[in-house]
C-alpha cells in the first residue's frame, strides 16, 4: 500500500510521556509502556506494532476489552477515546531471533553478544505499540532490566537510578531519562557486555560534557580517532553554525552488526564498528577519514534532526541532506578541500547520477512510497546536500549563516518540512524558495554550452541550456535555478581575467562578459557548483590548458574526468584520441606529486567500469567498456613509465605518521605501484613484495596486497594466506581480505561462491555480506553473466525475509538491467522476473516493481 505526501494528516493524539520499562531474558523480552496521550484533534487513536505479542492493555486505570479496539495490519486503533489517556501496554518480543536488525535486536554472539537497537525509520513499533511517526515528540523515561552477565545498561539521556533487582541476585536495572522532547525514532537502548572509553568537552556555554565511547574491550584501542572526531565536531558546530550540546552526556555504541553507518540516537549513537573503529594498523587512511565525516555526520544531527526534525518521512532529505552539506564542510577543513570536493562529486556521479539516471528515480523528496527504507538513497542524501551547497554559495557565507540562525531560532523543537526550512533560508533573498523545484524534480538536468568571442566589440558571449530529461509519473520539467561558477582564463598569461557566479534559471540563457581583450578559456561548474552534467564546447586542447592553470584543485581534477569521458565514451566518430590526456598528464604529475601528492593521485583516476556504465543509456556492453579502460589505464601507465619509479622512489615507506601529507604521500605511492605493475617496470613486483612487509600502516600492506592480487603476481596467495593469518581475529579487517578477493579484475563466478560459503562466511552481519557481495557488484562483466546473476539473485532470495533491508538495497545495484546488449539484458530481465516469484518482503517487491517498471 502505497502512501503519499499530498495524504498528511496531523496525529489526533500528542504523547506527552512515555515511561518505558525493557525486561531482557534468555529467549524473549518484555516490554512495558505508559503513554500519557492527550488529544489535539477529531479522529482515532492510532498506534502502530509489529512482530509484537499483546499480553495486556489498559486505558485509564481499566483493561480495555477487545472490542474496543481494532488490531490489524500493524495498527491498532481505539475509536472514542477520551481526550486524555493513559494506555499500559504490556508486549513480548524476540530480539534473540530478530535477523532484519531493525527495533531491538541480538548482535554478536558467545561473549560478544549484546542487545542494541536500530528505531529509524519504523524500528520502534517493533519493539512496542506506538504513534510512531516523527511528529510525535515525547519526552521518555527508560528502566532496562537484564541479566548481570551483561554490566553495560544504557538509553538516551542522563541516568537517574542502577541497582540490583530485589529478589533476583543475578539481576540488575538502570532507568535513564531523556529530558528533550523526541521521535520514537531517537529512542534508543543497549545491554551488553561493554568497555568505554571516556573523555570530556566544555561547550561554548560552560555545560561540562562526559563523552562516552562504547566498544568491546579487544577494540578499545582503536576508539581515539573516534573520539578526537566528536570533540573537533562538537567545536565547529560552535564555531560555524552557533550550535552547543544540550546534554551532559554524549555515547557512542560500536556493534559488529548493523545495517547502515551509524544512527543518531539522542545523546545514545549506534555505530556500525567499521564507521567507528580506527587504528593505523588495522585501517586503512580512507576508513579512517569516513570514520571521521560519520561521527561528525552523526554528532551535527542533534541540531540537524534531533532538534528540530522531520514532519513526516518524505521530509528525510531536510535532515539527511543538511546533515551531509554540513559533514562535508567539516570534512573539506580537516584536508585538502578541492580533494574532499573530489571525493564526495565522485561518489556522486558514481551512484546519484545513475540512481537519476535508472528506472529508481525519484525526486529528494519522494512523493510516495511503500516502504521508506527503500528510500534512504543517495538522492535523498548526497543529492539534498547538493541542494543545501547550492543554496550555501548562492547566499555567501553571512547570509546563509542568518538563514540557519533564523530556521533553528524558528523551528527548534518541532517536527518541519521542507518549505519551512527554504522559508527560513530565504530571509535575506526570497529567490531562495525557488529552489522548492529541486526537491521536486528526478533527473539529473544536463547542461549544454557554448562561447562566442567578437573581437570588434571584446565581448565574450556565453550560451546555456538545460534539459533535464521526462521521469514517467512526474510533471514535465521546468528549468531550475543552476549556479555556474564561472572563470575567464588568458590564454597567453593563464591568468584568471574575470571571475562570475551566473545563474541560469531560464532553458537558454546568454551570458555576456565585458572588456575581454582576447578570446579567454572558460572555466565552468567550479567547484561542481551544481549537480548537473555539463558539456560544453571545448577543444580538448582547452581542457589541457585548464590542468595546467586552473587555480582550483578540484576543477584539474574535473578537467582530467572531461578528457577521459571524451576518450572513453564519445560516439565513434567523435572519439578524442588519447594524446592530449597523455600529454597533459606528464607534463603535471612529476610537479604536482611534490607539491600537492593527494591531488595527484586523483588526477590519475579513470571512472570506475559502473560510472562509466551510468552515462551509457542504451547497448551497453560490459566487456567492451572493460576493454575500453583497462586500454587506456594501460596506455597511461606505458606513457609515464619512467615516472613511476622515479615518483616511487621519492615516496619511501616511512615511520607511521597521520599528517595531510603522509596521507597524500601514502595515496600516491599505492596508485603509483599499481602503475609500475601494469607498466612491467622492472622490479616492480618485489616493490610491491617489499611494501607489504615493511607497511607501516594498513594503508600501505593492503595497498600492496591489492595490487598482488589484482595483477595475479606471482606470491598473491601467499600474501593473501599471511593477511588471513596475520588478523584473523578482527572482523573488519576480514571484511578487506573478503572484498579484495571478491572485487579483483580477475574474479571468476567460481571465486564468489567459494568466498560464499567460507567458514568465515556470515550471512547475519551486513559487513559481511556487502565485502563479497557488495564487492563483486563492482565487476560488470562476472555480474552481467547468468553465473554471477545466479549467485546475485540468490543472495537477494537469502536475505529477502531475513534482512529485507539489506537485501532491497543490494536489488538495486541491478537497476541497470534495462540498458545492456542482448542477449544480457533478456537474460537478466528473466532472471528479474524469477526472482519476483520468490520473494515476499515489502522492501525487495517495491524495488523490484521499480526496477522492472523500465521494461
Ligand atoms: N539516520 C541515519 C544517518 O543518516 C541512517 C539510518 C538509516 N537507517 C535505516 N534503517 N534506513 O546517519
Ligand atoms: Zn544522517
Redesign the pocket.
Known amino acids: 500500500s502505497k502512501i503519499n505526501l499530498k495524504d498528511y494528516q496531523k496525529p489526533s493524539f500528542a504523547v506527552e510521556t512515555v515511561d518505558l520499562d525493557i525486561k531482557l531474558y534468555e529467549d524473549h523480552a518484555q516490554v512495558a509502556s505508559t503513554l500519557q496521550m492527550v488529544r489535539q484533534s477529531a479522529g482515532d487513536l492510532v498506534l502502530f506494532g509489529e512482530d509484537l505479542a499483546l499480553l495486556a492493555i489498559t486505558m485509564n486505570g481499566e483493561s480495555l476489552p477487545s472490542e474496543r479496539y481494532q488490531h490489524r495490519a500493524g495498527k491498532l486503533t481505539i475509536a472514542d477515546a477520551p481526550d486524555d489517556v493513559t494506555l499500559e501496554i504490556q508486549v513480548r518480543i524476540c530480539p534473540q531471533t530478530n535477523t532484519a536488525l ?1 527495533g531491538l535486536y541480538m548482535a554478536g554472539s558467545g561473549d560478544d553478544t549484546m542487545f542494541v537497537t ?1 528505531c ?2 519504523e524500528g520502534f513499533r517493533k519493539i512496542t505499540f506506538y504513534p510512531d511517526r516523527p511528529d510525535v515528540l515525547a519526552v521518555f523515561t527508560t528502566r532496562l532490566e537484564a541479566d548481570k552477565r551483561y554490566p553495560t545498561l544504557l538509553a538516551n539521556g542522563n541516568l537517574v537510578e542502577a541497582g540490583d533487582v530485589s529478589g533476583t541476585p543475578d539481576r540488575h536495572y538502570a532507568i535513564w531519562h531523556d529530558p528533550t522532547n523526541k521521535p520514537s525514532y531517537l529512542f534508543a537502548c543497549v545491554i551488553a557486555d561493554l568497555d568505554v572509553l571516556t573523555d570530556s568537552y566544555t561547550t561554548s556555554e560552560g555545560r561540562e560534557v562526559t563523552l562516552e565511547l562504547y566498544a568491546k574491550s579487544a577494540d578499545i584501542d582503536k576508539c581515539d580517532v573516534g573520539m578526537q572526531a566528536l570533540k573537533d565536531a562538537m567545536r565547529w558546530d560552535e564555531v560555524n553554525y552557533g550550535r552547543a550540546y544540550d546534554l551532559d552526556r554524549y555515547m557512542i555504541v560500536a556493534v559488529s552488526q548493523f ?6 540516537n539522542k545523546g545514545l549513537n549506534i555505530f556500525n564498528t567499521a564507521c567507528v573503529l580506527s587504528s593505523p594498523e588495522t585501517t586503512t587512511d580512507a576508513r579512517s577519514f569516513s570514520v571521521k565525516s560519520i561521527i561528525a ?2 554528532y551535527f ?1 542533534n541540531w540537524t534532526g534531533n532538534r528540530i526534525t522531520c514532519r513526516d518521512w518524505f521530509q528525510l532529505c531536510l535532515k ?1 541532506g543538511l ?1 551531509v552539506y554540513r559533514d562535508q564542510s567539516f570534512s573539506a577543513d580537516q584536508q585538502s578541500s578541492a580533494v574532499q570536493r573530489i571525493d564526495d562529486v565522485a561518489t556522486l556521479r558514481a551512484h546519484q547520477f545513475a540512481e537519476d539516471a535508472g528506472p529508481l528515480a525519484h525526486p529528494v523528496r519522494p512523493e510516495s512510497f511503500v516502504e521508506i ?1 527503500n528510500f ?1 538513497t543517495t538522492t535523498v542524501y548526497e543529492k539534498g546536500a547538493e541542494i543545501v551547497r547550492m543554496i550555501a554559495n548562492t547566499l555567501g557565507p553571512v547570509n546563509f549563516r542568518k538563514g540557519t540562525d533564523e530556521y533553528f531560532r524558528r523551528y527548534d523543537g518541532q517536527a518541519v518540512t521542507v518549505e519551512d526550512f527554504l522559508s527560513a533560508l530565504s530571509i535575506t533573498d526570497s529567490k531562495i524558495e525557488d529552489f522548492i523545484d529541486w526537491y521536486r524534480q528526478p533527473g539529473t538536468p544536463v547542461v549544454t554550452g557554448h562561447q562566442n568571442y567578437d573581437s570588434d566589440t571584446q565581448t565574450l558571449t556565453i550560451t546555456l541550456s538545460q534539459k533535464t530529461r521526462h521521469v514517467a509519473g512526474f510533471d514535465a520539467p521546468k528549468p531550475l535555478p543552476i549556479p555556474v561558477a564561472t572563470a575567464l582564463f588568458d590564454r597567453n598569461t593563464g591568468n584568471i581575467v574575470a571571475e562570475r557566479m551566473l545563474l541560469l534559471d531560464q532553458e537558454t540563457q546568454a551570458f555576456v562578459f565585458e572588456n575581454v581583450t582576447s578570446e579567454p578559456v572558460v572555466s565552468l561548474l567550479r567547484d561542481f557548483s551544481a549537480p548537473v552534467q555539463l558539456n560544453y564546447a571545448y577543444q580538448d586542447a582547452d581542457l589541457a590548458f585548464l590542468l595546467e592553470h586552473e587555480t582550483n584543485g578540484f576543477n584539474r581534477w574535473q578537467v582530467t574526468q572531461m578528457l577521459v569521458n571524451r576518450i572513453l565514451l564519445q560516439n565513434k566518430g567523435e572519439k578524442s584520441s588519447p594524446d592530449i590526456y597523455l600529454h597533459a598528464l606528464a607534463q603535471t604529475l612529476p610537479v604536482l606529486a611534490a607539491e600537492d601528492a593527494m591531488l595527484a593521485a586523483r588526477l590519475l583516476d579513470i571512472p570506475s567500469a559502473q560510472e562509466l556504465a551510468s552515462a551509457i543509456p542504451q547497448d551497453y556492453d560490459p566487456e567492451a567498456i572493460k576493454a575500453q579502460r583497462e586500454g587506456l589505464y594501460q596506455q597511461l601507465a606505458l606513457a609515464l613509465k619512467d615516472e613511476w619509479a622515479k615518483l616511487y622512489k621519492q615516496l619511501p615507506i616511512q615511520a607511521y605518521q597521520d599528517s595531510a601529507d603522509a596521507r597524500g604521500r601514502r595515496a600516491l605511492r599505492n596508485v603509483v605501484l599499481d602503475m609500475a605493475v601494469t607498466a612491467n617496470v622492472d622490479g616492480a613486483a618485489e616493490w610491491a613484495q617489499q611494501q607489504y612487509d615493511n607497511a607501516s600502516c594498513m594503508t600501505e600492506r593492503f595497498g600492496a596486497l591489492k595490487v598482488m592480487v589484482n595483477h595475479q603476481l606471482a606470491k598473491a596467495d601467499d600474501y593473501l594466506a599471511d593477511f588471513y593469518e596475520r588478523f584473523q581475529d578482527n572482523d573488519l579487517v576480514i571484511d578487506l581480505w573478503f572484498s579484495v578477493q571478491a572485487s579483483a579484475d580477475t574474479v571468476t563466478p567460481d571465486a564468489i561462491t567459494a568466498l560464499l560459503t567460507h567458514k568465515d562466511f556470515d550471512w547475519n552481519t551486513p559487513n559481511r555480506v556487502r565485502s563479497v557481495v557488495g564487492a563483486f557488484s563492482s565487476q560488470p562483466t562476472v555480474l552481467w553473466t547468468a553465473d554471477g546473476l545466479d549467485i546475485y539473485t540468490g543472495v537477494i532470495k537469502k536475505l529477502d525475509t531475513a534482512n529485507p ?1 539489506l537485501a532491497s538495497r543490494l536489488l538495486q545495484v541491478l537497476a541497470r538491467w534495462n540498458t545492456l546488449t542482448e542477449p544480457r539484458r533478456q537474460m537478466a530481465h528473466e532472471q528479474l522476473l524469477d526472482l519476483q516469484k520468490q520473494v515476499s518482503s515489502k522492501n525487495v517487491l517495491e524495488s523490484l516493481e521499480s526496477v522492472l517498471g523500465s521494461a
Request: a negative charge.
Open positions: 531493525e536500530q529509524e525509520p545495517n547502515m553507518g551509524a544512527m543518531e555526520h552523526e544531527h539527511e546533515t527504507n534512504y533491508v
